[in-house]
């Protein structure tokens, strides 16, 4: 049974993002974090950029910490938004890019994926594959 954000299952959600991300051509970092936000596993694709490393730590962290997808986070903090301002709090760490996406199993948040290296659009593809793969484990699992 999948209770926690093992490293194999990280390792495995990794395989995935990745894959997709050399898929649709963008070389980029991909971080997988627990429940709690604690980084679990870490890939930084050949030629990736050093910048992207953080802000794919931080996507992960920042969809477990505010429990939704980055992507939503960036449509509420332009200006004007409900949530603008909001990536200057928690010491600067919350990333409102698209590429960060919970992992939720029923109702339980079991961890995070963050991509970072292409466009939003490109990080949330890659990240949804991780997703994918997530909920595929859990099938086979349950």
Known sequence: MLDTMTLNVAKQLLAAAVHKAAQIGIRGDVAIVDGGGNLVAFYRM??????????????AWSSVALRRPTAEL?????PGGEAFGIHT??????VILGGGIPLWKQSRLMGGVGVSGGTSAQDIEAAEA?????????????
């Not at 050949?46 to 996507?59: C, L, M």
């Not at 960036?74 to 332009?78: G, V």
């Not at 709090?89 to 919350?94: A, D, I, M």
Request: proline fraction near 0%; avoid cysteine; aromatic fraction near 2%.
């Open 130 to 142: 991780a997703v994918s793969a997530f909920h595929n484990l859990i099938s086979l699992v349950t």
């Open 46 to 59: 050949d030629h990736a950029r050093t910048g992207d490393i953080d802000i794919a730590i931080d996507k």
């Open 74 to 78: 960036a449509k509420n903090a332009q």
């Open 89 to 94: 709090t928690n010491n600067g760490r919350l």
